[in-house]
């Protein structure tokens, strides 16, 4: 099957292109695109009219947690450590494979709308979260979270992500990462079990890094040693390496991750709810440390929506700064895209619009009143484009949002019901 994308304004993210955006044809065959041209002659079984649309590579969440659609905005007025355990961990507890079956699916339709193709998801309930993901088709980077100590729980969480990567090889779709959930919910002893696994399985590792003050001052009293010092110690930095949130970190320990394969995966929006503040990018930056962009769990970052948390990301730097020079609009569509696909090791792959990667393309049409007219093409996609404006999403080559229509054969009403039914049984569940 060749499909083309015609007529559309194409911003690339190539960086070996001249122009940030210009006019281009995108020929897919199957899963990957085979050619990038103006005013494609050739031959094609279907045409995708993109003309007025704009069309750029699908964004890439670099932190998520999918099965948490749930916890929508039950942020309100609480920091990280009450939110999570008294909120948060106490209901998961209740939670059943079948329940994050749905939360996950939820959370992938919400992603398909909004333009993301890819997710960097670490989460329990493994089978549930698979099932959605697979049937939704998005592109998943993909773990069993770890917690705890080298006990039983802990060794069998372990061995519940050795089997998943056993029998999940060679899925197009489907790469993972080890997740350790973080230097406070694992001891020393399950840290290094799961640097291990990295080393038996070479796979990046995804961790929650420095998201508040009070967890900074935790590693350091516990292992006499700064954050970055502390990961060299447990052997993490000798592996690719996401580090989420990474709100605090210092100048010395900026230079020690910048000298390894670590990139940081900041979450706006999450760090605002929760009370954490505001991450440094602009010295990370300059420190030479690649810096992608996530969402979190919709509990804490409210939503999937990767357009409204690249306008703020940009809007924070420039306050923190007081200086609109210090980040621009392209630099967060980098963090969205390109810098996204370095952090999970798929810069091969997705990213970019270039002839031989994978079809992971979302197109916009940006003819409503709240972002008419366009002057600046790139600010106004990062600043001012919704939901509401992405057209079509294509994953891997299959089309699977057309005209705003989803194609998958899911019934979202049937499924909101679904969503209501476990929230209602776990509030039960919760109140004995």
């Known amino acids: ?20 955006y210009e006019k281009l044809d995108i020929v ?9 041209t103006e005013n494609y002659q050739g031959p094609y079984d279907r045409i995708i009219d993109a003309t007025d649309k704009i069309v750029l590579p699908g964004l890439i969440n670099c932190h ?52 993301t193709t890819t997710s960097n998801d670490m989460y329990f309930g493994v089978k549930g979260s698979l099932k959605a993901i697979e ?24 061995n519940e992500f050795k089997e998943l990567v056993k029998e999940n090889q060679g899925k197009s779709l489907l790469t993972f990462t080890v997740t350790p959930h973080s230097m406070y919910t694992c001891n020393k002893e399950c840290l290094l079990e799961c640097e291990k696994m990295a080393t038996e399985f070479n796979l990046p590792i995804h961790i929650h890094y420095s998201e508040n003050k009070s967890e900074v001052e935790g590693i350091i009293k516990d292992y006499q040693k ?38 940081i995966a900041t979450n706006p929006i999450s760090n ?4 954490c503040g505001i991450a440094d990018l602009v010295s990370y930056k300059k420190n030479g440390i690649n ?7 919709q509990g804490s970052g409210n939503n999937l929506n990767m357009f409204y948390h690249m306008s703020v990301v940009d809007q924070l730097q420039k306050a923190k700064y007081q200086d609109p020079t210090v980040m621009s609009s392209y630099d967060v569509l980098k963090m969205a895209t390109i810098n996204g696909a370095k952090a999970l090791n798929l810069e091969n792959k997705i990213g970019s619009i270039e002839k031989g990667k994978k079809a992971d393309i979302i197109i916009l049409d940006l003819n409503n009143t709240e972002v008419y007219p366009t002057v600046d093409l790139i600010t106004q996609i990062v600043h001012n ?6 057209d079509t999403t294509i994953i891997n080559g299959n089309i699977l949002m057309e005209n705003h229509r989803l194609t998958l054969d899911i019934d979202e009403n049937q499924l909101k019901n679904q969503i209501q039914q476990i929230i209602s049984r776990l509030m039960k569940e919760e109140n004995k």
């Open 1 to 20: 099957m060749i499909r083309v994308i015609k007529n559309g304004t194409v911003i690339t993210m190539d960086e070996k292109r001249k122009k940030k």
């Open 28 to 36: 897919m065959i199957e899963d990957e695109i085979t050619e990038v």
């Open 64 to 115: 998520t947690h999918l099965g948490m659609s749930i916890f929508r905005a039950t942020n309100d007025n609480l920091n990280l450590q009450d939110w999570l355990n008294h909120k948060i961990w106490p209901i998961e507890n209740h939670m059943t494979e079948e329940d994050i079956y749905y939360t996950t699916l939820l959370s992938c339709i919400e992603m398909i709308q909004t333009g």
């Open 135 to 158: 049937e939704t088709k998005v592109r998943s980077v993909f773990s069993r979270c770890v917690s705890g100590s080298k006990d039983q729980e802990t060794l069998k969480q372990i």
């Open 226 to 263: 700064t954050p970055a010092n502390a990961l060299k110690n447990l052997g993490y930095l000798n592996h690719k390496v996401i580090l989420a949130h990474g709100t605090f970190i210092s100048e010395e320990d900026q230079k020690i991750l910048a000298s390894y394969n670590v990139s």
């Open 272 to 275: 605002l709810n929760l009370g």
């Open 291 to 297: 810096i992608c962009l996530g969402t979190d769990g």
């Open 385 to 390: 484009v919704e939901s509401n404006n992405v």
